[in-house]
């Protein structure tokens, strides 16, 4: 019965609440219920008022959440299922943040999406609900971008950089994940309907609240640790300096999972958080998928390439040549033995480069000596 006895606690403790966190850490769901339910006694902790008086109505309360579940094609997973991330398990062993910690109890899904398989290779794209064009865009690419190297973007369904994030994903034909702070049935924000029935047709839709429970501020807070500890990583585009998106980030850090930041305008104050972090060392900075991708991957990856920049004519000279060229000037003529000695090679070597400079037109005799030509602009 530990399913049930775990959709029970859910029922009557918020989730994360470090107090439920704690009692499960040395006892069995079933035995926290019996003693809420006021069945058995734990001598050695005490039970929150509050729990015992939802804990009063719990069977009415589990048959409504069980019929608006099954209208809504909902499913409730828990630890030891097939789909359930054992790497949400870290949340028992970090410090409560803003109030909240511990692992979920479980997890109410929507989509045709496997979590378990989703959250292997994950990455978190937040941000800025009222965000610029410039973050819009920028959030797009970089889903995208990881969504194409095939990583499952997760994100907080929200207005601004989340909803980008999650589009990104979709012009790859992705799968992709919300983490919602209200009830898996209901569409929050209710404009964002559309968006979320997309994401659970391809991928996802997560939440630990009851079907029908509306979102308020704290449960934004306590939603936020799930989408860290979900990912291998979190990014953060555009973030206010109290933004909420910084608490996504600092349960990142809390976790050990990558920590990263994409800049942007230093005037902006959207950018304020973001600047903030990178300063303070909590964020790396990035500014392609391709980064991204190498910070998640890391010890041990394939070193990424830098970007090659176009070879110019004078890169594609011999070295020998390229010194030679250095040797030379515009107004004042050279002879051999000057240029070898201001760029220290032989005379033989300066008179070979000299000759291959002279048939692609970019030095010219005069006399004895050696000039540039007035085409030998190819730096």
Not at 117 to 132: H, P
Request: hydrophobic share 45%.
């Amino acid at each position: 019965m530990t399913r049930q006895d775990r959709l029970g606690l859910s029922l009557v403790a918020e989730p994360g609440d470090p107090r439920l966190r704690n009692l499960l850490l040395t006892h069995e769901p079933a035995e926290i219920l019996a003693a809420i339910l006021g069945r058995h006694r734990l001598t050695e902790a005490r039970i929150p008022e509050a729990w015992v008086e939802r804990g009063r109505t719990l069977d009415r309360t589990a048959g409504a959440v069980a019929a608006r579940a099954k209208a809504a094609g909902l499913r409730w997973v828990t630890p030891g299922d097939q789909e359930w991330p054992d790497a949400l398990s870290d949340l028992d062993h970090v410090e409560p943040v803003q109030g909240a910690t511990g692992a979920p109890v479980g997890l109410w899904l929507r989509g045709v999406g496997d979590l378990g398989e989703m959250a292997e290779k994950s990455v978190a794209i937040v941000g800025a609900r009222e965000c610029t064009t410039y973050g819009a865009e920028c959030a797009s690419d970089l889903a995208a971008d990881c969504a194409d190297a095939g990583w499952t973007v997760i994100s907080g369904a929200a207005f601004g950089i989340d909803g980008c994030a999650h589009r990104g994903a979709f012009l790859m034909d992705a799968p992709t994940a919300g983490v919602l702070a209200c009830g898996a049935d209901l569409d929050y924000p209710k404009s964002h309907a559309a968006l979320i029935a997309r994401i659970a047709e391809v991928g996802v839709v997560i939440s630990e609240q009851a079907p029908g429970e509306k979102p308020i501020k704290n449960r934004f807070l306590s939603r936020n640790r799930l989408i860290a500890a979900l990912t291998q990583g979190t990014v953060v585009v555009e973030a206010r300096e109290r933004s909420g998106s910084l608490n996504t980030l600092n349960w990142a850090d809390q976790l050990g999972r990558a920590t990263m930041a994409l800049p942007g305008p230093v005037t902006s104050q959207l950018s304020a958080g973001v600047h903030a972090a990178i300063r303070a060392g909590k964020a790396v900075v990035v500014t392609t998928g391709r980064e991204i991708v190498a910070e998640l991957s890391g010890l041990g990856a394939a070193t990424e390439e830098p970007p090659s920049l176009p070879l110019t004519e004078f890169d594609r000279l011999p070295p020998a040549a390229r010194s030679t060229l250095d040797g030379l000037e515009w107004s004042t003529p050279r002879t051999v033995a000057e240029i070898a000695s201001a760029v220290r090679l032989s005379t033989r070597e300066v008179r070979a480069a000299l000759d291959l400079l002279e048939r692609r037109d970019l030095a010219i005799r005069a006399g004895t000596e050696w000039m540039l030509a007035r085409r030998a602009d190819v730096g």
